[in-house]
């Protein structure tokens, strides 16, 4: 009986210790935020460092805010595409007004340190430039 409680607390132990591990490992993983204020839609598309792979994509409806992006599985260090298509009709199908993409590396210096702070280069917001636009990365 005193052996099976000693196992029982041993995998109690050894599942909550993971359990720590694994949320931490979940906190560490970037998300992709992009933003739209404009007064378009835009179909955004992540790509993998080759641009061989979506790695995630959909509609902003114009004004839209923010969207997080996840599907990916993001990693910090490792290099994506965030493209970004202002389309002339609200459900982003139509014309493309203005077609622009950006390379990012999202990471997070600190981590090595074991501080967690809000991770860089994952916040991007489209802004229209006349026939044109481009991508900016926030301030936060």
Known sequence: MNRTVRIGALLTAVATAWAAQYALAQQMIPEIYTYNKTDRAVWVTI??????????????????????????????GSYYYVRGEMKANEDCSGATLCDTTVQINPHNPAIVGGAWVRPKHVDWYIHPNGTNCYWDESSQ
């Open 47 to 76: 790509y993998d460092l080759g641009k061989l792979r979506h790695l995630d994509y959909g509609c902003m409806k114009k004004g839209g805010g923010t969207r997080t992006w996840t599907s990916g599985g993001y990693a910090f």
